[in-house]
């Protein structure tokens, strides 16, 4: 079952308070088509013999509004009024030239916060769907004391001039390990993008092992590396298509034999997916 937590998922405090999960301020940036969300999720405990498949409940933010103005009561009003309010205010001064498609300067600094801010949506996108929650609370505690995204992160950055995935995230989490212990319980990786105007941003956190290079994996598929943070500072991308953002999406999941639409299933894994917006995205095949 997915479970609404009582408790505050970074300090264990509460009560907890209903907060936007992009923050309020976002949607006056972000176009979207459709004044209602859908999301999707998809869940196979094991990809043989189809066991645990469960497809289409309904999910939390299937609802009225559109993606970015969703909330998600899940923090304690200390953490949402203090380090997490404080993450929204740092990414509200960097990111709207970029939600314009405008690469900006990135500084070291820059980059620092807008990966942490990245890092935070992701872990609050995943409790959207409780079974998909890959990161762990040590995780959480260390965005939340060290103020910055724990070191088996990756975040990427990347413009974007798509339509088709504006305003949506994704987020795919599964449970890697061998030999495959069929009582294990949690996934242990996620892969999310998340498109806010025209930009996207892709969030990997695995065991360190299961991550890519992230210098390869940039070249690869044309991203930028912000997360850990580079060496030199990152120049401006082209300008993704959706068929490119697809690609991106979906890579991290490919690269290790994990079949990336719903219906196909996981290695031994609640895998999720939540498209928002008008279409329900399958992966597509294409390049940028
Ligand atoms: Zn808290």
Redesign the pocket.
């Known amino acids: 079952m997915s479970r609404i937590p009582a408790k505050?998922i970074?300090?264990?405090?509460g009560p907890t308070t209903k907060e936007h999960i992009f923050g309020r301020w976002m949607r006056k940036y972000v176009r979207t088509f459709s004044p209602t969300s859908v999301h999707c999720t998809s869940i196979v405990k094991d990809h043989k013999t189809n066991a645990g498949a469960a497809v289409g409940w309904r999910p939390r933010l299937n609802r009225n509004g559109a993606p970015h103005s969703h909330q998600l009561k899940i923090?304690?009003r200390?953490?949402n009024n203090g380090w997490m309010g404080n993450f929204q205010e740092e990414a509200k001064a960097i990111l709207p030239p970029i939600m314009n498609g405008t690469w900006p300067r990135l500084s070291r600094h820059s980059m620092a916060s807008l990966a942490r801010w990245a890092t935070m949506v992701t872990m609050c996108i995943e409790f959207a769907h409780t079974e998909t929650v890959a990161a762990t609370l040590d995780e959480r505690t260390y965005l939340?004391e060290q103020l910055n995204a724990p070191p088996n992160w990756q975040v990427y950055l990347a413009l974007y001039k798509g339509v088709r995935h504006a305003g949506s995230f994704w987020h795919r989490a599964a449970l890697f390990e061998e030999p495959i212990n069929k009582n294990s319980g949690a996934p242990n990786m996620q892969a999310t993008t998340i498109h806010v105007g025209h930009c996207f941003f892709h969030v990997l956190s695995a065991p360190v092992d299961l991550l890519p290079n992230a210098s390869d994996f940039e070249k690869t598929l044309g991203m930028r590396q912000i997360w850990p943070i580079p060496a030199s500072e990152p120049q401006a991308t082209r300008y993704f298509t959706d068929a490119g953002a697809n690609r991106v999406a979906t890579k991290f999941f490919a690269d290790h034999g994990v079949p990336t639409a719903p219906h196909l299933g996981m290695q031994s894994a609640p895998a999720a997916w939540l498209p928002y917006g008008r279409d329900w995205v399958h992966p597509d095949e294409g390049s940028l």
């Not at 970074?10 to 405090?13: I, K, L, P």
Request: glycine share 20%; proline share 10%.
């Open positions: 505050c970074y300090c264990g405090g923090a304690c200390p953490c939340r």
